[in-house]
């Protein structure tokens, strides 16, 4: 049921055999100030993060809010460029292609936002939204065009009439049902989900997650899925890569995960979500303060403010992404 | 715990609530019947627009004059009055010093204008006989009580110097200062990070175990409620469809909707055999057009022609004590791990 393993070869090899590959991206973002104007500071939303998703894999990312998941998928398909490093996808590089031999490869790449209110354009109908972006990659002919959305509406389960119909006529489930339908326009191979149900109701959400599960087999689609809630991380993903302050912490698969994660930040988001059985109550785990800014991150690991296991050395270096058993990768002193 | 002798702080009793559209008068909750102890955390769950905010804003008379009806027989007893017909007056002195409300967005409840301090030193001075150091004093233990670190420096800044986390603490100091008998708690945790909620979630035990005030959470997450409830409270579609003790509730839902909702969440640590979850099909009926039987027949597995014709009581039926508004109540034990019936 798993796909295989993120093997972490030497880079130009993994970057052959993955389908999309990440080689040390980073993401400043510049902060302005004073009367000139100039560069004050830097946000770092994303330092040296690299990772391989082979083909047909699911790699979850999760973390807290500004850990730079959503930035990263970003860049990953290029709606940002990175600061730093290289993105492949199936061996070439598509950072620092330009404008038009991007077109090509946007095609084969594609995102779902969280929130499907303000990712739908309001004044088109379900299918003037689609017909802009398959007219736009000339996906099929104009005379197809017609039973092409009529498939599309169907494919992700809504009524043939729904096409007529602007988004705001639509539920919650059933616009990210449409943003699912425009993504899956274009028959894109690789598919962001930047946190696809984190805005729907649960009975919604467990609807829009089948859906997305079959159509990932259905279509062999490859997907990056960024989520905040572990649960459904390991439901959906076949690989996690738990991310704090724009770097990486550790990387497991995710029916690994829960037993054998060892990262100390990955041990605390675990153990800070309530459980599941009343019966079972335990405290949950409790870290104190909050996430460091991103604006000048501490030296060192961003975690060792919060951490339980902190010793001298992680305030002034950052540990490396050590490799382990099964893929596991894990950045930690303490667990060195 | 609620299973004692114990006279309920608050009864609701038969609660409706309107509210005047364009579309014409929509009963976002009605007949709403239940106690809150002392002492005990109840929660209020259920998807968007089942009226579990409505429910507690109702409680607190928050909602707009202008287009909201709360239907004259409606009852919610606490301490000798009726605060469904209370004067507004009357209302003032229940409000924020008998029963204290926090609600999901943290920032927009705050005054952005004025400091920490001034808030809290504002419902001190409306529900206190404190001078003015006493209120000061009062504000800052206030804080440091719900962990705020450096409390005589956050006192003098503003909302937007503090984090989502701490504006939620500052939320549950200003709730709290004049020590209510009653905590409503609107989504409090929907909008933080997980750690964070785990921070709040910590702190609101605490604070109930210290100060014996009894909890009105709302929530849509079931996580959320097995982890710190007694007893919940299932809504949909603007009625109570079962009300359990929360071990009951989760190793034994009777209602469908109950049922099918634990069964749609991912499962800690847990793949399904064909990785697909359970689901609820279709989604909640819109409040104008309600079916004249049960409101969750047409999304119901076991739908029969007595549920399309008659809508059910909230009532206990034979093999329990508890109340469920169903005809045909489940009554299987559910594996929490799997998710499935045995």
Same mark, same amino acid.
């Given at each position: ?33 004073? $009367? ?40 990953? #398909? ?14 070439? !590089? ?13 095609? /084969? ?17 379900? %299918? ?20 092409? #959305? ?31 339908? /425009? ?49 459904? &991380? ?7 890569? &738990? ?12 029916? =690994?995960?829960? !037993? ?19 019966? !079972? ?42 490799? %382990? ?12 | ?11 609701? %009793? ?39 905010? &409505? ?10 004059? =202008? ?37 999901? !967005? ?21 529900? +206190? ?5 006493? %209120? ?32 939620? =603490?500052?939320? #549950? ?21 997980? +750690? ?22 709302? +929530? ?20 109570? $469809? ?33 990785? =697909?979850?359970?689901? #609820? ?7 104008? @057009? ?8 047409? /999304? ?9 014709? $008659? ?13 469920? /508004? ?6 299987? @034990? ?9």
């Amino acid at each position: 049921m798993t796909a295989p393993a993120t093997q972490e070869l030497n880079s130009t090899e993994t970057a052959e055999k993955a389908f999309v590959h990440a080689e040390g991206i980073h993401k400043r973002f510049p902060v302005h100030g004073g $009367i000139l104007n100039r560069v004050v500071a830097n946000v770092h939303a994303v330092t040296d993060v690299s990772f391989s998703i082979a083909r047909g894999e699911t790699l979850g990312v999760v973390g807290e809010s500004g850990c730079g998941k959503s930035t990263l998928g970003k860049m990953v #398909i290029r709606l940002l460029e990175p600061t730093e490093g290289k993105v492949y996808l199936e061996g070439s !590089e598509i950072t620092g292609l330009d404008h038009k031999q991007m077109m090509s490869v946007r095609r /084969r790449m594609q995102i779902i936002f969280q929130d499907p209110y303000s990712s739908l354009n309001p004044r088109l109908t379900v %299918r003037g939204l689609l017909k802009e972006a398959i007219a736009f990659h000339n996906v099929v002919t104009p005379d197809k065009m017609e039973s092409y #959305i009529d498939e599309l509406i169907a494919t992700v389960g809504m009524r043939p009439e729904s096409k007529d119909k602007f988004p705001h006529e639509f539920s919650g489930g059933q616009r990210q049902r449409l943003g699912i339908a /425009r993504a899956l326009a274009l028959k894109p191979e690789f598919i962001v989900a930047d946190e696809p149900v984190s805005a729907l109701d649960v009975s919604i959400q467990a609807q829009v997650l089948n859906l997305m599960k079959d159509l990932k087999e259905q279509l062999g689609l490859t997907m990056m899925f960024i989520s905040h809630d572990l649960k459904v &991380v390991e439901h959906f993903c076949d690989n996690v890569m &738990v991310m704090y302050l724009g770097r990486v912490m550790e990387k497991i698969q995710s029916d =690994r995960l829960r !037993e054998q994660a060892e990262h100390p930040y990955t041990r605390a988001l675990l153990g800070s979500n309530p459980i599941d059985d009343p019966d !079972e109550r335990r405290p949950l785990t409790v870290l104190q303060g909050d996430v460091p800014s991103p604006l000048n991150p501490p030296p060192g690991c961003p975690f060792a403010g919060r951490c339980p296991e902190v010793q001298d050395r992680c305030r002034t270096e950052m540990p490396p992404l050590e490799m %382990r058993v099964n893929g596991q990768a894990v950045a930690c002193w303490a667990r060195m | 715990m609620s299973e004692t002798t114990q006279q309920p702080i608050l009864r609701v %009793r038969g609660l409706k609530t309107s509210f005047r559209t364009d579309r014409g008068t929509v009963t976002a909750v009605d007949d709403v019947n239940f106690d809150v102890f002392p002492g005990e955390t109840i929660g209020i769950v259920g998807e968007s627009g089942c009226g579990k905010t &409505v429910t507690s804003k109702t409680i607190m008379r928050l909602l707009p004059e =202008r287009n909201s009806i709360i239907d004259p027989s409606s009852e919610i007893l606490f301490d000798n009055l009726n605060l469904a017909t209370a004067p507004e007056t009357e209302m003032r002195k229940v409000r924020g010093d008998r029963i204290a409300m926090i609600f999901q !967005e943290p920032m927009t409840s705050l005054n952005p204008v004025f400091t920490i301090g001034w808030q809290l030193d504002e419902a001190l001075k409306y529900h +206190t006989k404190l001078d003015k150091k006493g %209120r000061r004093d009062r504000a800052v233990e206030m804080l440091r009580l719900v962990e705020i670190p450096n409390p005589e420096q956050r006192y003098k800044e503003y909302p937007h110097q503090l984090s989502g986390g701490m504006r939620q =603490r500052v939320m #549950i100091a200003i709730a709290l200062c004049c020590e209510p008998d009653i905590l409503i708690a609107d989504e409090p945790t929907t909008a933080l990070d997980v +750690t964070i909620q785990a921070q709040i979630l910590a702190l609101m035990a605490d604070l109930k175990e210290r100060l014996g005030t009894s909890i009105l959470l709302i +929530t849509h997450d079931l996580g959320v409620v097995a982890q710190v409830c007694d007893r919940v409270i299932v809504m949909y579609a603007g009625r109570i $469809i079962e009300q359990a003790p929360v071990s009951d509730l989760f190793k034994r839902p009777q209602h469908p909707y109950t049922k099918a909702l634990l069964e749609s969440i991912p499962k800690a640590g847990k793949r399904s055999e064909d990785g =697909r979850l359970p689901t #609820i099909k279709g989604i909640v009926p819109s409040l104008f @057009e309600l079916p004249k039987g049960c409101r969750f027949q047409d /999304r119901c597995p076991f739908k029969e022609q007595k549920c399309v014709d $008659i809508e059910p009581d909230l009532t206990a039926h034979a093999f329990d004590d508890r109340p469920v /508004r169903c005809h045909f109540p489940r009554n299987q @034990e559910v594996d929490l791990t799997t998710g499935a019936t045995g």
